[in-house]
C-alpha cells in the first residue's frame, strides 16, 4: 500500500514578540536565507522574501502577478466580494494602468499643493484638541482624524461616516473575534453602495462624482472597478498615513538627539519623513503576489501559483543596502525607499501622504515644546498583525 509523505509542518515567525517588534524577526530570517517557506498565523503557506535585493527586483518583476486568478495555492489576502476587489492593487498593468489614469487627477502635484491650507488648517484643529486636553491619546485624537478630514474632503465623505469606515479597515486589519473581518468587509461594502448610489442621484464636485460620470458616460470602468476604486482611495488614502504619524511621532521621541536636530532645524522636517518612511512605516509587507511561471528568487525557486510576500519592512533594515540599518538618521545620505512602492505599482496618493506626514509632524513640534509620552514606553500595546506595525494608541502629555 501507498503512503504518502505528510506536508511538513511550516514554521510561523509571528508571534507576540513580532507584533511588538518585528525588525529583530526579520534580522533573523535574513540571517538565514534570503527566501522562506513559511506559515501565516492562520496556517496559510507562503514564501516570504527577506533581503532589499530580491524584494526591491520583485516589486517590478511581470511574472509576480497581483491578480488572484493565477493563485493555486496558499494565501490570497483578504476574501473581499467582487465589488471590492478589482482595485488597483489587485490588477495587473494594462487594466491597472487605465484605472490609474481615472484617479490620477485627484492626486497630481498641483492638485496635492492645492490641499496644503486645509491639511494645515485640520492639524491645527486637532492640534488644539490635544492642547484642551492636556493629555491624550495621540493615535484616536489626531493622527487617526487628519487623514480622514483630508481623504473625505476629496470624496465628500463626512467626517463621521469616514471615522466609521476607518474602524472597520482597522477591523480588517487585527479582527478582535472570529468573522470580525467579514463583519467589516460587509459594513464596507453595504456602505459604499450606499455612498455610490446617493452621490450618482445628486452629483458634486468631488473625485467620487467624477468617477460615476466616467463609468456611467463613457463605460470607461464597471461597476465593480467603481466600488472598488472607492474602497481603495478611503483606505489607502488613511490607514498608513495615520500609523505613520503616530509611529513616526513615537520614533522622534525615542530618539531625543534627532528630536532635538530637527526643533533646531525644522527645514530638515521633509528629510525626516523620508527616513521614518524606511525606518517606521507601518506596511510590513507589499501586497501577496502569485508566480505566472516558476521563479527563481535569491537562488529558491518559487513554483507557479504559490504565494510570495515581499517583507518591505525587512528590506528596509538589510545591512547590505543601508548602513547600521537600525539607527534613525535624519542626515542619512541614501534615503530612498520601497514605503510606497516601485514601479508600476508605486502609491498614487505619495505626494498627498508626504504633505500629511510633514504638516501633522510639524504642527506637533511647533506647537508642544514639552510633548512626551505619558505611560512607560513598555506599556505601549501594538496591533497583532502581521501585514502592519501600528500603534493600538499613544499617551501623551503635551503640558
Not at 34 to 63: M, Q
Not at 82 to 104: G, K, W
Not at 308 to 336: G, I, N, Q
Request: with cysteine; glycine share 6%; aromatic share 6%.
Amino acid at each position: 500500500m501507498n503512503r504518502q509523505t505528510p506536508a511538513p509542518t511550516l514554521s510561523s515567525p509571528f508571534d507576540q514578540e513580532f507584533f511588538q517588534d518585528p525588525y529583530p524577526t526579520y534580522a533573523r530570517l535574513r540571517s538565514e536565507g534570503p527566501v522562506h517557506r513559511i506559515a501565516l498565523p492562520d496556517g496559510s503557506p507562503v514564501w516570504l522574501v527577506t533581503r532589499e535585493r530580491d524584494v526591491r527586483a520583485g516589486l517590478t518583476d511581470p511574472r509576480l502577478s497581483v491578480n488572484k486568478a493565477h493563485s493555486t495555492n496558499g494565501y490570497q489576502g483578504f476574501s473581499l466580494p467582487p465589488a471590492l476587489d478589482a482595485n488597483l492593487l489587485n490588477i495587473d498593468p494594462a487594466d491597472h494602468l487605465r484605472l490609474r489614469r481615472l484617479v490620477s487627477k485627484g492626486f497630481t502635484p498641483r492638485h496635492v499643493e492645492q490641499l496644503r491650507e486645509r491639511v494645515a488648517a485640520a492639524a491645527g484643529q486637532f492640534a488644539d484638541r490635544l492642547a484642551e486636553s492636556g493629555q491624550a491619546d495621540l493615535v484616536a485624537t489626531f493622527a487617526n482624524p487628519l487623514p480622514l478630514v483630508i481623504i473625505g474632503d476629496l470624496l465628500a465623505v463626512p467626517e463621521a461616516d469616514s471615522r466609521t469606515f476607518s474602524g472597520w479597515v482597522a477591523a480588517m486589519f487585527a479582527p478582535e473575534y472570529p468573522g470580525h473581518t467579514a463583519e467589516a468587509i460587509g459594513h464596507i461594502h453595504r456602505y459604499l453602495l450606499d455612498l455610490i448610489s446617493s452621490r450618482r442621484a445628486h452629483p458634486a464636485d468631488d473625485l467620487l462624482s467624477s468617477l460615476i460620470a466616467a463609468r456611467d458616460d463613457g463605460s470607461r470602468l464597471s461597476e465593480d472597478e467603481l466600488v472598488s476604486l472607492a474602497f481603495l482611495i478611503l483606505m489607502a488614502g488613511s490607514e498608513n498615513t495615520q500609523h505613520l504619524i503616530s509611529g513616526g511621532l513615537l520614533t522622534l521621541l525615542r530618539h531625543p538627539d534627532q528630536l532635538t536636530t530637527l526643533r533646531a532645524r525644522p527645514e530638515l522636517m521633509p528629510e525626516a519623513v523620508e527616513e521614518l518612511f524606511r525606518f517606521a512605516h507601518p506596511n510590513q509587507m507589499a501586497i501577496r503576489r502569485f508566480p505566472t511561471e516558476p521563479v527563481e528568487i535569491g537562488g529558491v525557486r518559487i513554483p507557479t501559483g504559490d504565494t510570495v510576500l515581499l517583507a518591505l519592512a525587512s528590506a528596509h533594515r538589510d545591512p547590505s543596502r543601508y548602513p547600521e540599518p537600525d539607527r534613525f538618521d535624519l542626515h542619512r545620505t541614501d534615503k530612498t525607499h520601497l514605503a510606497l512602492g516601485h514601479g508600476v505599482h508605486y502609491c498614487l496618493g505619495a505626494a498627498l501622504a508626504r504633505l500629511e506626514i510633514r504638516t501633522a509632524l510639524s504642527t506637533l513640534l511647533d506647537r508642544f515644546p514639552g510633548l512626551r509620552l505619558a505611560v512607560p514606553d513598555e506599556q505601549l500595546e501594538w496591533r497583532a498583525s502581521f501585514r502592519s506595525h501600528a500603534l493600538k494608541q499613544l499617551p501623551v502629555a503635551v503640558g
